[in-house]
């Protein structure tokens, strides 16, 4: 379902694995990606807070990766959603990306109740058992008390964004219709249509009319798991709906592969990945993010 994670992962250049994986939330890479390409962007935490959070779900205390200015009250917050690799090194840099920016940026862990997905090797065994298992009704209520841990340490939940990655940029659509706080959302390169089933019964293409926010999708003409006709149905289902549906836009890069955005991967395109990033900013900062 979401073999476009791990196509193209060849090598680069070789790190020590003891290096990159690691236990916590937000450091080291997933297991799956090794090795990391020298092109890798790292971000510092000079002026930020940053660093692994805990959030509480019911009874259960769900891992995050939080970055924000340090001292910061009022800073708008964008929910920072990972590829099926879980919230690796990658995803931690996005989200001090957005804080340099004034953002506090959460990454929570969707798929801990499910497994490690950073640990894994076995790319089925991580689609089968970890991800595919996830329901979608366990990460909008996972997504809700991310949004109210950050309300209660200070984040200005009436400025709230979110942004994904593949299995990331199909929550955004998602999450999008269910959460009616929600300002605007950047989906990168999420599936819009597919299979359906118990644990993950719509797809983003079942719920555009119904969205509470606008979003910006940003896709690659040359993703072989994308294809250009979805994204035309999903602009004909736009157009059909809510003011924030017909709000949403697309912009579709010439050329680019699925996973464009992820700089420690072979599928990086330098060109798209950045101007994707200033779409992404200026969306938020057109819709009230910021």
């Known amino acids: 379902m979401f073999k476009n994670e791990f196509?193209?992962?060849?090598?680069?250049?070789?790190?020590n694995r003891r290096d990159f994986v690691q236990t916590a939330v937000g450091s080291g890479f997933a297991a799956a990606v090794l090795?990391?390409?020298?092109?890798?962007?790292?971000?510092?935490?000079?002026?930020?807070?940053?660093?692994?959070?805990?959030?509480?779900?019911?009874?259960?205390e769900m891992p995050a990766y939080r970055a924000a200015p340090a001292g910061a009250t009022g800073a708008p917050v964008v929910l920072v959603?990972?590829?099926?690799?879980?919230?690796?090194?990658?995803i931690a840099d996005v989200a001090r990306r957005?804080?340099?920016?004034?953002?506090?940026?959460?990454?929570?862990?969707?798929?801990?109740?499910?497994?490690?997905?950073?640990?894994?090797?076995?790319?089925?065994?991580?689609?089968?058992?970890?991800?595919?298992?996830?329901?979608?009704?366990?990460?909008?209520?996972?997504?809700?008390?991310?949004v109210a841990w950050a309300q209660g340490r200070g984040g200005d939940t009436s400025k709230l964004g979110i942004t994904g990655f593949c299995w990331g940029g199909r929550i955004v659509w998602l999450y999008s219709a269910h959460n009616p706080a929600v300002q605007a959302g950047v989906a990168w390169y999420g599936r819009l249509?597919?299979?359906?089933?118990?644990?993950?019964?719509?797809?983003?293409?079942?719920?555009?009319?119904?969205?509470?926010a606008p979003v910006l999708?940003?896709?690659?003409?040359?993703?072989?798991?994308?294809?250009?006709?979805?994204?035309?149905?999903?602009k004909t289902a736009l157009a059909a709906g809510t003011p924030a549906a017909r709000q949403s836009q697309f912009v579709v890069y010439p050329d680019a592969p699925?996973?464009?955005?992820?700089?420690?991967?072979?599928?990086?395109?330098?060109?798209?990945?950045?101007?994707?990033?200033?779409?992404?900013?200026a969306w938020f900062k057109a819709h009230g993010v910021a």
């Open 7 to 15: 196509d193209s992962l060849l090598p680069q250049r070789i790190y």
């Open 217 to 234: 999708g940003l896709y690659g003409a040359a993703d072989t798991g994308i294809p250009l006709s979805s994204i035309e149905q999903m």
């Open 81 to 90: 959603i990972s590829e099926i690799f879980g919230v690796h090194e990658h």
């Open 193 to 212: 249509v597919g299979a359906s089933s118990v644990l993950q019964p719509l797809n983003p293409l079942d719920v555009a009319g119904q969205l509470h």
């Open 98 to 146: 957005f804080a340099k920016r004034g953002y506090l940026a959460i990454a929570p862990d969707l798929f801990v109740r499910q497994g490690d997905a950073k640990a894994t090797t076995d790319i089925a065994r991580l689609l089968s058992e970890i991800v595919g298992k996830v329901p979608d009704a366990q990460v909008m209520s996972d997504l809700d008390a991310t």
């Open 258 to 281: 699925h996973a464009f955005h992820a700089d420690y991967r072979p599928s990086y395109r330098k060109q798209p990945a950045d101007d994707g990033w200033q779409r992404c900013l």
């Open 35 to 60: 090795p990391v390409g020298a092109q890798t962007i790292r971000t510092d935490t000079a002026g930020l807070t940053a660093g692994p959070v805990t959030i509480p779900v019911g009874g259960f």
